[in-house]
Each structure stands twice: as C-alpha cells, then as structure tokens.
C-alpha cells in the first residue's frame, strides 16, 4: 500500500541541502517523515483528502537549522536577568540595574548580561566601584558578552569570600588596582563567581522552555547544547526535553563551564558514552575548556596580540592535563572536543587527539573542535589528517569584527575559515554560541557569505563562502558532527520531517540582505510548531 502526504509543501524553492545543493518544487511529508520531494505534478500523486497543502508562493523551505553551538540555559536565564547588550555607557547600564535593585528585596541578586566595554561611551571595563553605586546591599554581577569576564560589586565579593590577598585560580584571574581588587573577573575568576550567583532549578527551567519558544521562531530544530554548570545542567536539559519545555532535538555536549575535566572525569566513571539516548535527547562528546574568549581578548594565541604585545591570552589546562583528560574519554567511547579559540588552543587540541588515536586508533571518531577560531594552514594540514571536525561561528565577526582587526591583525584572515575547509574538504558545522551572539542561524549565514562587521568591516573576506555552502553547514553539517546524518539535515525520502519554511527565496536574495529573512514556519517531526502570525490577524 503506498503512503500518502499528511502534509505538502507545492510552488516552492525545496533547498535539499545535499551535497549537489539540488533545489526542487515540492516536498512531501507523512507523519514525522518525509516521504517524497519533485515536481508539483510528482508530489500530487501522494495527495488525499486528508493531506494538508501548503502553497509556498516561491518561498525557500529548507531543512530545519541546527544550531551546532549554544547555550540553552544560559540564553534562557539572561531573559530573566538584565539585559545591558545594548547600552551604551555605564551610566546607562547602571540605570537599568537600578530598575531592578529598586525592585527586588535587600540581598537578592541582580544579574546583568552583555556589556561590551569596547561599546560603552567611557571605553573601559565596569569596576566594583561603578555597581556599588547602583546597591551596596544586593549582591550584583554583570557578565560580559563573551560569557568569560564578569565584573562584580563589594557585596557579591563580601559573599565569595574575596581579597586581595585571594590567590588566582588556574586558568584566570581576579583584577587588582593600587592594592584593592577592582571587582573585574576573568575566565576561572568569572566561572567561580557564577557559581554563587547562579539561578534556581526553577528559574533554570522556565529559562529553558523561554529559549525553546524562542529557537523555534527562529526555524532551529535541533540544538548542540555547548554546556552550563556542572552535572545538574544536563539533568535540566534532560528533564525540559522530557517535559517538553524543550521542543528541540538536543545533542548536549558532556562539559562544565566550570572545573570542566571534573565533569568529564564524572562522565567516564558513570559509565555512559556519547550516543546515549534517542532521537530527542542525546548525550554527545565529553568537553573541556582549554582557553578563553576571541573578544576579551583572553584566548591563547602562538604570538602575542597585535593590540598588548605583553598578552597572548589565557589557558585553563596544560597539555598533559588536556591529554589526561579527554584522553581518557576516547579510550572509554567518547566522542571528544573542546573549547579552542586561539591558534595554540586549537594547536594543542590537536596534538591530543593525534596522541590518542596513535594509541586507539578510531576511524569514525567524528573529535570535534568548538569555535577553531583562529586557524591558520598549518593547523588546516593537521585538522585534515586528523578527521576533526571544526564547529567555528562566522556571526562573531559580525558582531566582534572591529576589536578582532584591533586584537589580531592580520591573523583575521584565519579565523574562521570557512573558504579554507571547503578547499580542503574537511565538514564543519555552524554555531552561534548563543548567547553570545544571536542565535538567529540567517545572522551567522550572513556573516558567513559576506565576512561583515557590525560597522561594515570587511573581516578575512577571502574566506567567505557561498549562501548554498553556509545553509549545508547549518544543516547537514550538524547532524554529521553528531553522528545523525542518517536520519535529518537534509530534505530526503525517510529522514525525520525537521523544516523550515522562510518568507522568501532565500538563494535569490542579495547576500547584503540576509538577515532580513525571517521565518514563516518551523515544522518539528511533521507538526508546525511555530508559524508566524500574519499582519493585523489576533
């Protein structure tokens, strides 16, 4: 008996997604599956009554983006604390944290997130000083927008228990100025704090479900979520999936923002492995963090930065501990990756992974390298030999270019190199490392085809790609860096109906204009689970 449509997508531009970049007119789907794509005339031969129709008037619909690289929770929880992206000096920052502290009871916390300093009017880092104005009696931190430097108040470093004379812990430091620490802290520093300012189970969970609704909108079916703090985050993803607050499919990568090789070694000794799970929770590779963030700058670099010849950033592990570490998590099954932004990050990652497989040599180890921030041909050679596969986000050029070109110089033209691992064949898979950046998969697109900062800057251009090229890597590259190529990431016959529909045609659209798509519709197994609301309809 031959199946028919539950639902048909009919005049449309279906954008595969494979690796010829086929582009047809109509797709068809039954139940969570797609059944068919082809012709209008082809498709209709799957229609009953029974089917639904949907006339796409020559709009893109592609597969359902995933989002290779973010952070669920912490996106999530920023929603419910203040937002200071977009303010642009700190007397205005300081405003709006004063709208909360005004608000909220003597003792309560006051979190701020977003600040980039190289935006404010004044130029500089907040200190403890500025947020004592604001309360001396809430505890207060407000976290930069790379997610690695924190500034905190006198109350927040009362209750943590800090000085002066407090030692800095491996892999960052607490800022001191004439003898007094100025509330700044970076990486391990900042991590440490955020332990004690952290959100509730509670807040955690409504957190969660406000980043689902919000990932749906825009057309994000699956995510590979890069990590909270400690075990208990992937506890909360693992119930918010089941709850269903979490509508995504999620591949949560086994790492901890904070004492990273503490939770993978918890993972190993617990016995699991990555693959563990089903279709809509999955536990994937175990994860450490080896050097800090491309816009502090604090990520570790071979040379020093073009803008502190004195600096070259900040590691959290040496090579013996990062070999130790995720090492010991190849051997037992793993899937591994980890956080490297720097050249020498990445350089060191690598050696690992060439150490390990010497060892136990896995063919289809699919290791993994967050950002590959800065890559240059060296480390392009060994990527290759190696079968890693870079997970790198273009949209931080957008939005960091400007202090890139100041911080790197001429090294820009390796970061991220997307054009690079294309001629060298190696798949990558976008990210946006929301919230750091947007998540809005059409923002990173767009820095990935036209290399353009926020300024209009043009950041590596040689390294642009085609729009064709960065829609694969936000789809089919995703599920081939988590082992489910097999079953989404392309618009073929038996794979899950994860899709997206745009409000137009997206390879038809100037490449200056990209982020100005915006999603129509987002099917998730077979079922539109957003769709956006027409114009004057209530």
């Given at each position: 008996?031959?199946l028919?449509?539950?639902?048909?997508?009919?005049?449309?531009?279906?954008?595969i997604?494979?690796?010829?970049?086929?582009?047809?007119?109509?797709?068809?789907?039954?139940?969570?599956?797609?059944?068919?794509?082809?012709?209008?005339?082809?498709?209709?031969?799957?229609?009953?009554?029974?089917?639904?129709?949907?006339?796409?008037?020559?709009?893109?619909?592609?597969?359902?983006?995933?989002?290779?690289?973010?952070?669920?929770e912490?996106?999530?929880?920023?929603?419910?604390?203040?937002?200071?992206?977009?303010?642009?000096?700190?007397?205005?920052?300081?405003?709006?944290l004063?709208?909360?502290?005004n608000?909220?009871?003597?003792?309560?916390?006051?979190?701020?997130?977003?600040?980039?300093?190289?935006?404010?009017?004044?130029?500089?880092?907040?200190?403890?000083?500025?947020?004592?104005?604001?309360?001396l009696?809430?505890?207060?931190?407000?976290?930069?927008?790379?997610?690695?430097?924190?500034?905190?108040?006198?109350?927040?470093?009362?209750?943590a228990?800090?000085?002066?004379?407090?030692?800095?812990?491996?892999?960052?430091?607490?800022?001191?100025?004439?003898?007094?620490?100025?509330?700044?802290?970076?990486?391990?520093?900042?991590?440490?704090?955020?332990?004690?300012?952290?959100?509730?189970?509670?807040?955690?969970?409504?957190?969660?479900?406000i980043?689902?609704?919000?990932?749906?909108?825009?057309?994000?079916?699956?995510?590979?979520?890069?990590?909270?703090?400690?075990?208990?985050?992937?506890?909360?993803?693992?119930?918010?999936?089941?709850?269903?607050?979490?509508?995504?499919r999620?591949?949560?990568l086994?790492?901890?923002?904070?004492?990273?090789?503490?939770m993978?070694?918890?993972?190993?000794?617990?016995?699991?492995?990555?693959?563990?799970?089903?279709?809509?929770?999955?536990?994937?590779?175990?994860?450490?963090?080896?050097d800090?963030?491309?816009?502090?700058?604090?990520c570790?670099?071979?040379?020093?930065y073009?803008?502190?010849?004195?600096?070259?950033?900040?590691?959290?592990?040496?090579?013996?501990?990062?070999?130790?570490?995720?090492?010991?998590?190849?051997?037992n099954?793993?899937?591994?990756?980890?956080?490297?932004?720097?050249?020498?990050?990445?350089?060191?990652?690598?050696?690992?992974?060439e150490?390990?497989?010497?060892?136990?040599?896995?063919?289809?180890?699919?290791?993994?390298?967050?950002?590959?921030?800065?890559?240059?041909?060296?480390?392009?050679?060994?990527?290759?030999?190696?079968?890693?596969?870079?997970?790198?986000?273009?949209?931080?050029?957008?939005?960091?270019?400007?202090?890139?070109?100041?911080?790197?110089?001429?090294?820009?033209?390796?970061?991220?190199?997307?054009k690079?691992?294309?001629?060298?064949?190696?798949?990558?898979?976008?990210?946006?490392?929301?919230?750091?950046?947007?998540?809005?998969?059409?923002?990173?697109?767009?820095?990935?085809?036209?290399?353009?900062?926020?300024?209009?800057?043009?950041?590596?251009?040689?390294?642009?790609?085609?729009?064709?090229?960065?829609?694969?890597?936000?789809?089919?590259?995703?599920?081939?860096?988590?082992?489910?190529?097999?079953?989404?990431?392309?618009?073929?016959?038996?794979?899950?109906?994860?899709?997206?529909?745009?409000?137009?045609?997206?390879?038809?659209?100037?490449?200056?204009?990209?982020?100005?798509?915006?999603?129509?519709?987002?099917?998730?197994?077979?079922?539109?689970?957003?769709?956006?609301?027409?114009?004057?309809?209530?």
């Amino acid at each position: 008996m031959e199946l028919t449509a539950t639902k048909v997508f009919i005049n449309g531009q279906v954008f595969i997604a494979d690796s010829n970049y086929s582009v047809c007119e109509a797709a068809a789907i039954h139940g969570n599956t797609i059944l068919q794509t082809g012709t209008n005339e082809e498709v209709s031969e799957t229609v009953s009554e029974q089917t639904e129709i949907i006339d796409l008037q020559g709009r893109s619909l592609l597969p359902g983006f995933i989002d290779a690289h973010a952070h669920l929770e912490l996106y999530g929880t920023n929603q419910l604390g203040v937002n200071c992206k977009t303010v642009n000096s700190i007397e205005e920052l300081q405003q709006k944290l004063m709208i909360t502290a005004n608000a909220v009871p003597d003792g309560e916390w006051i979190r701020g997130w977003g600040y980039n300093q190289n935006y404010l009017k004044e130029g500089r880092h907040l200190t403890k000083w500025d947020l004592d104005r604001v309360s001396l009696t809430h505890p207060i931190i407000v976290v930069r927008t790379c997610g690695h430097i924190s500034c905190a108040n006198s109350k927040a470093l009362e209750l943590a228990g800090l000085s002066f004379t407090s030692p800095d812990p491996p892999g960052g430091s607490y800022h001191k100025q004439n003898g007094e620490l100025t509330g700044l802290l970076f990486e391990a520093a900042h991590m440490n704090m955020f332990q004690l300012a952290d959100y509730s189970a509670e807040e955690v969970m409504k957190g969660l479900q406000i980043a689902s609704d919000d990932y749906l909108k825009l057309g994000i079916t699956s995510v590979h979520d890069a990590g909270g703090y400690g075990t208990k985050h992937i506890r909360y993803l693992q119930q918010a999936v089941n709850e269903k607050k979490i509508k995504q499919r999620v591949y949560a990568l086994y790492g901890s923002l904070h004492e990273s090789p503490e939770m993978v070694k918890t993972g190993i000794d617990s016995g699991i492995i990555t693959g563990l799970g089903d279709q809509n929770f999955k536990i994937c590779p175990a994860k450490v963090f080896i050097d800090g963030s491309s816009s502090g700058p604090t990520c570790k670099t071979r040379e020093p930065y073009t803008s502190d010849p004195d600096d070259s950033g900040i590691l959290y592990l040496n090579q013996e501990a990062l070999d130790k570490s995720l090492g010991e998590a190849h051997e037992n099954g793993w899937q591994i990756t980890a956080h490297a932004m720097g050249d020498q990050a990445i350089e060191m990652l690598l050696h690992t992974f060439e150490s390990t497989l010497h060892f136990n040599y896995r063919m289809n180890h699919r290791h993994r390298i967050e950002h590959s921030g800065i890559t240059p041909e060296d480390l392009l050679d060994k990527l290759k030999s190696l079968r890693a596969i870079p997970i790198p986000n273009p949209a931080f050029l957008y939005e960091f270019g400007v202090g890139y070109l100041r911080d790197y110089g001429s090294r820009v033209n390796d970061m991220f190199p997307l054009k690079s691992f294309i001629e060298q064949q190696i798949p990558f898979a976008l990210g946006s490392d929301s919230p750091i950046t947007s998540a809005d998969p059409l923002q990173g697109i767009y820095s990935a085809v036209t290399r353009k900062s926020k300024s209009g800057k043009l950041i590596g251009q040689a390294q642009a790609i085609s729009i064709e090229e960065a829609i694969r890597a936000y789809t089919w590259a995703g599920a081939y860096a988590s082992f489910e190529e097999d079953i989404k990431g392309t618009i073929e016959s038996g794979k899950l109906a994860d899709l997206v529909v745009l409000d137009r045609s997206i390879l038809d659209c100037p490449s200056d204009r990209l982020t100005n798509i915006t999603v129509d519709m987002t099917v998730l197994n077979g079922e539109i689970v957003y769709q956006k609301q027409k114009e004057g309809v209530h």
